[in-house]
């Protein structure tokens, strides 16, 4: 009899990423959004039915805050953000009116709520605002009245009324702070995957769903791109402590819990397995060994709105020093140009670049407790005859840029390194979970 | 320097009505609706150019509503009110952020607000709402701030926050409600046709465009269908004395102004005639001519929700009279049904019905002052051959009910019968606006 907040994203109510983009306008995507609506009905009165009480948090359907944003650039290339903001939230009001209907006609009774009506107050920056507050007196009285209150993703109020959104990941975002407003047992985040996995199994067919991981780790796997929930919907939780539970809208099976870090954990050495593409290097040699320089080359980068991400600097060597880094590829050509000039002001030596370089990481809060985790990484690199270019380390992640070209054969070899340990920490997980519940 | 309410449909906004249906997800349709909102954005700016105020009023674009309506229908044909309502009402919140966007796009400062947002307090009557009271305060605020305040039309917030739709018309009562309530100066409806014509121009291509017509005259237009507008917001016009102004989104020239009865409409006689093919008729015959006859037959039809338009009943011959009526097509197999069974208990005679039938009615203040109108109509069909079926009569219509096949020549001849009049009382109208301008 718990109170869960389950959320529905764009991939669960529309045809996002499955190769079209249908929408409510096309017969054929229409009749797919009324079968998707029907599927996640029944996930939510599947729960109903076990006895617990229910809240839905919505995205809107599949591309049509894309389609939207389009419309707009379309008519104003520099659209003012609180009529962005205004135009975008149609999207999720639209989901959950249609989704409200759908579930009354599985017999559960539905309410939905807008960010205004449910009173999720935000600050005023449009396009990126963050919540300040979630009242949550019409939800508990719907709760209370048998409903399920659906509220909408991704939007809220601002002191004078006016309707804001919450940027990247908002959906979530607001799920975790409606979950954390309520004190819910649990926040079920329904997706088009099993839950969070090891590696990409594309990559790596016997890569392992994760049944459990911790938010430092998730936040890791978030940060690369590869967490299927956003970094910020993470921090929240974390934060609050609300517990989350990644799974699929395709079957009843759990998913990946994402909770407080416990004993437990500590076997997994590695949880997971993560390339990037999307980055490259830069190397700016002979810089002088001063206070300051590292200082000036990246504050030439930040007023570029250049985000860096590796740094590495070596040891000094005769008054000199070299410093490598990396962007993201978008904004290589730029970085090169500003490290350039920097570098002739500062009486360096050369920049070199590489816009083929991959970084694949490895993360794990067992890190923590077991040493020899980086050896064997580098090894399994080493024995597969991968280059290392830079390392970069935190408490739960080691990170390796390598040639873009080694990145899948790179995540093979380390995934393979590791693969026993997660099996076995899996299995001793479980077998610890079954003698819990057996002794309760 | 004046404060004008502009309303702009789905007409101006959308494709709706032009063969095809387009919308925000075609590509091609996309394209459509930026060109007219860019159109819809300079008729705003002119009015701005010439120094007034203006606070825009939106409908949906094009297709919108029905689209959300298909949508809903397909997950439940049973939708709980409340839900359609607040499905129906993103239509509207997209037009007006989408319109402000392309507002600044040239230049002028415009800001949206929902129903919500404004303040337009209804009841809860979910999709049939009566508006309450409109709040003004954001939209004076944003007026004297230079800004052009843009209301989605249609909608409105119940006392407890829910939102609520007006039904149909709604969105051009939402323009009069505004109007009323900030004492603009005029209440203006941007429309795909130049004013209200004295008939259907593709009947009888002489139709005049009226210049000026009473409400009285409008509300009698409009509940036969045929006065653009739809009879409530004229109601509520007349009721708040905001002159209205029909004319067109594709040029500047004036279209008709629908303003309080004067002295100089009593010249025109004929304002404007109307067919009407959707209703037929039926008679009763020989029923006891005794008091309570009639309310029973019209109670059964009542009970079964059918409206009855004209009614006429003989005077009383041998202690048994008949009763004739129309109903709308759509309800003539039930209305038989109904009617035979009333019959047989009031032990009367035959029913009989035709629904081949079409009301030609011809509209005008000037009646009220001038003899022979009735007379001169009812000859000019005489002329035509045309029988006259049934008659009814207000203060300013006549109607008569014929043979469905001669509607179309029944219009031709009795606005043949009065477009001298008319032409007339139009040019003695402009010239005595000429004399009053100079004079001024």
């Not at 002191?159 to 004190?183: E, K, M």
């Not at 517990?243 to 994402?258: A, Q, W």
């Amino acid at each position: 009899m718990a109170l869960i907040v389950q959320k529905f994203g764009g991939d669960a109510l529309g045809d996002k990423g499955k190769g079209r983009e249908a929408d409510q306008s096309d017969l054929s995507g229409a009749s797919l959004i009324v079968e998707k609506f029907r599927r996640v009905a029944q996930v939510v009165k599947r729960s109903r039915d076990e006895g617990h009480s229910v809240v839905a948090v919505l995205s809107a359907m599949g591309d049509t805050t894309n389609r939207l944003l389009r419309m707009a650039g379309a008519l104003n290339p520099d659209s003012p953000a609180r009529e962005l903001d205004a135009l975008m939230a149609t999207g999720e009001m639209q989901s959950i009116a249609l989704f409200a209907i759908a579930l009354h006609q599985v017999g559960v009774p539905a309410m939905s709520f807008t960010g205004v009506q449910v009173g999720i107050r935000t600050d005023e920056l449009f396009g990126r605002s963050r919540i300040r507050e979630v009242n949550c007196d019409r939800l508990r009285t719907a709760i209370a009245n048998g409903q399920v209150p659906i509220v909408a993703g991704f939007q809220g109020v601002s002191d004078n009324g006016d309707i804001t959104t919450l940027g990247r990941g908002g959906s979530d975002i607001s799920a975790v702070a409606v979950a954390a407003a309520l004190h819910a047992d649990a926040c079920e985040f329904y997706k088009d995957v099993d839950g969070i996995f090891s590696t990409d199994p594309r990559i790596v067919p016997s890569a392992l769903k994760i049944d459990r991981i911790s938010y430092d780790e998730m936040l890791e796997l978030a940060s690369l791109g590869a967490g299927v929930l956003h970094s910020r919907s993470v921090e929240f939780a974390k934060n609050y402590g609300v517990p989350l539970h990644v799974r699929s809208f395709l079957h009843d099976e759990p998913g990946t819990y994402v909770i407080p870090e416990d004993k437990s954990m500590e076997n997994v050495v590695v949880s997971g397995v993560v390339p990037k593409t999307t980055e490259a290097r830069l190397t700016l040699e002979e810089l002088p060994d001063v206070p300051g320089t590292a200082a000036k080359v990246f504050t030439g980068l930040a007023d570029a709105d250049i985000s860096v991400d590796m740094i590495i600097q070596e040891e000094a060597r005769g008054g000199r020093n070299s410093i490598s880094f990396t962007v993201e590829k978008k904004d290589y050509g730029k970085a090169l140009e500003i490290s350039k000039a920097v570098v002739a002001e500062l009486g360096g030596g050369q920049v070199t670049g590489d816009d083929t370089v991959a970084k694949v990481s490895a993360v794990g809060v067992g890190m923590k407790s077991h040493a020899g985790v980086a050896a064997k990484m580098f090894k399994a690199l080493a024995d597969a005859n991968i280059n290392i270019d830079m390392i970069s380390t935190s408490e739960i992640k080691i990170s390796v840029l390598i040639k873009e070209a080694d990145a899948k054969r790179a995540v093979e070899v380390i995934h393979q390194a590791f693969e026993q340990e997660m099996i076995d920490a899996k299995a001793q997980a479980a077998a610890h979970r079954d003698m819990a519940e057996a002794g309760a």
